[in-house]
């Protein structure tokens, strides 16, 4: 039954990524409106979504077994408190800088720390790009 709730915590991080993403690119400034208080909103609650739904799939995995950060010399353990504290710290970091060495991923948790260190690297750019062709698109209406 644990297994099945991880798994299941695993998708549903997954498809809040794709709902965020879906987000950043729906929502559109108003015409001539180059920066708003509602893109930063969405903006920022893109990045949190993406932090916590990494988060999640890093836990998920540590619950399964499957050892995907080191924290010091061995693997991360500790109260749940902990774990997701640092969990959560490592997916912060890991999406908006390159990371700090003191927790480092190993076997599959390489993999999803490189996706995500892709994401932090093209959200701000997706963001601009999005906005850019949605004001050309507005002026060419007029």
């Known amino acids: 039954?644990?297994?099945?709730?991880?798994?299941f915590v695993?998708?549903?991080?997954?498809?809040g990524i794709v709902m965020s993403f879906l987000l950043l690119v729906k929502n559109q400034p108003h015409y001539r409106?180059?920066?708003?208080?509602?893109?930063f909103l969405v903006l920022l609650l893109v990045y949190a979504t993406v932090i916590i739904g990494f988060?999640?799939?890093?836990?998920?995995?540590?619950f399964l077994g499957v050892s995907v950060l080191l924290e010091g010399t061995g693997r991360m353990?500790?109260?749940?408190?902990?774990?997701?504290?640092?969990?959560?710290?490592?997916?912060?970091?890991?999406?908006?800088?390159v990371g700090y060495g003191d927790i480092i991923p190993e076997g599959i948790g390489r993999w999803i720390a490189m996706v995500q260190a892709l994401i932090g690297y093209l959200l701000p750019a997706a963001f601009v790009v999005t906005s850019i062709v949605y004001?050309?698109?507005?002026?060419?209406?007029?």
Request: charged content about 20%; overall charge neutral; hydrophobic content about 45%.
């Open 135 to 142: 004001n050309e698109r507005s002026a060419d209406r007029l």
């Open 55 to 62: 988060g999640c799939i890093y836990l998920s995995l540590h």
């Open 77 to 97: 353990d500790g109260p749940l408190a902990h774990l997701i504290e640092d969990v959560m710290y490592f997916s912060a970091v890991t999406l908006l800088t």
């Open 10 to 15: 695993t998708i549903m991080s997954i498809v």
């Open 1 to 7: 039954m644990g297994t099945l709730l991880l798994i």
């Open 33 to 39: 409106r180059r920066l708003s208080l509602r893109n």
